[in-house]
């Protein structure tokens, strides 16, 4: 069975521009977290999806988004990048709740 | 005070010792409990859960929960110098399903 998956593995940006961030959950888990993962600061969640709807958000600005699509997969978007955003993003998928299971992650820098 | 606390070591243990790592929460509204392993650079790897009171065990690991002293500990029997990693304890309480991560333990198993 195929793991979460997590596109791209790395992408740099400069200040002010926007980042996407796209993941695709085990088949079969309707539930998407994103969580983000910078030095020093340990993981920190940032989104929740579930059926398409977004259930939970972590203390974030809103310049931080995403969306799930109808096939459950996930796009994290960041609007008007700060070099503070520089770190790993991790996805993770559940079924109903249960056991959350981690992708790759993408690691964002910006410049 | 964190939610999740985790010392963050390093633990240093002899190859075959029983590492035993330690976390506690405030929430006392958290009802599950979750140790993933991450090694430098990689995403964290779920290891074992627990959710009642007691002991879990699974091959060399072992979790235990309680919930009256707001505990969460992980012992390795046998430990290796594969082991070595950094162990995150996480809890998520009844009404939501994101996860709170403490910031970790670094495990060094010496040969």
């Known amino acids: 069975e195929a793991g979460v998956t997590q596109s791209p593995t790395h992408l740099i940006k400069t200040r002010g521009q926007q980042a996407t961030l796209r993941c695709s959950p085990i088949s079969g888990h309707t539930s998407v977290y994103w969580y983000q993962q910078a030095l020093g600061l340990g993981l920190q969640f940032l989104l929740w999806y579930d059926e398409g709807e977004e259930r939970n958000r972590g203390n974030f600005p809103p310049r931080f988004s995403g969306r799930q699509f109808p096939n459950y997969s996930s796009e994290l978007n960041v609007n008007a990048l700060e070099l503070e955003d520089s770190a790993l993003y991790l996805c993770?998928?559940?079924?109903?709740?249960?056991?959350?299971?981690f992708g790759p992650g993408t690691r964002l820098t910006v410049t | 005070q964190k939610e999740v606390e985790q010392n963050s070591g390093p633990l240093s243990v002899p190859e075959g010792a029983i590492a035993s790592l330690n976390c506690t929460y405030s929430?006392?509204?958290?009802?599950?409990f979750f140790w993933y392993r991450q090694y430098s650079g990689k995403s964290p790897e779920l290891i074992m859960f627990?959710?009642?009171?007691g002991d879990k065990e699974d091959g060399r690991f072992t979790a235990q929960l309680n919930k009256a002293s707001q505990y969460v500990s992980l012992l390795i029997r046998d430990s290796q110098p594969s082991d070595s990693a950094t162990y995150l304890c996480a809890a998520r309480s009844y009404n939501t399903d994101k996860l709170i991560f403490g910031t970790g333990t670094r495990l060094q198993v010496f040969p």
């Open positions: 993770a998928s559940s079924l109903e709740g249960y056991e959350q299971y």
């Open positions: 929430d006392r509204g958290s009802q599950s």
């Open positions: 627990i959710y009642s009171n």
